[in-house]
């Protein structure tokens, strides 16, 4: 099992940045998938950025360029840096770790871009 707690949502301005961390209770493998994820009301959860073990990242087409994935190992900890907030942007953002083709979630954070 793995538990998940996601810091750093709030409300910014269009145009400004938010840094979201997601700390984990138990030790992150250097194998382990990890991911964003962002829900809106009344939409699928979607994905927003992932990094692979092998420290390959990818992102969805409406936040490349702006968003920024990252993972510290050693200290349990991933990382989504958001740059150039848009008020499309607002959401809950999640994080997940996939480990043995179980994925775990956390409870999530709320993101508000206001125009």
């Known amino acids: 099992q793995v538990g998940l707690v996601e810091f750093g949502g709030g409300l910014v301005q269009a145009g400004g940045s938010l840094r979201l961390s997601c700390a984990a209770s138990?030790?992150?493998?250097?194998?382990?998938?990890l991911d964003w994820y962002r829900q809106t009301p009344g939409k699928q959860r979607e994905l927003v950025a992932s990094?692979?073990?092998?420290?390959?990242?990818t992102y969805a087409d409406s936040v490349k360029g702006r968003f920024t994935i990252s993972r510290d190992n050693a200290k349990n900890t991933m990382y989504l840096q958001m740059n150039s907030l848009k008020a499309e942007d607002t959401a809950i953002y999640y994080c997940?770790?996939?480990?043995?083709?179980?994925?775990?979630w956390g409870r999530g954070t709320q993101v508000t871009v206001s125009s």
């Open positions: 997940t770790v996939t480990r043995a083709l179980l994925r775990y």
């Open positions: 990094i692979t073990s092998g420290g390959s990242t």
């Open positions: 138990v030790t992150i493998f250097s194998t382990d998938t």
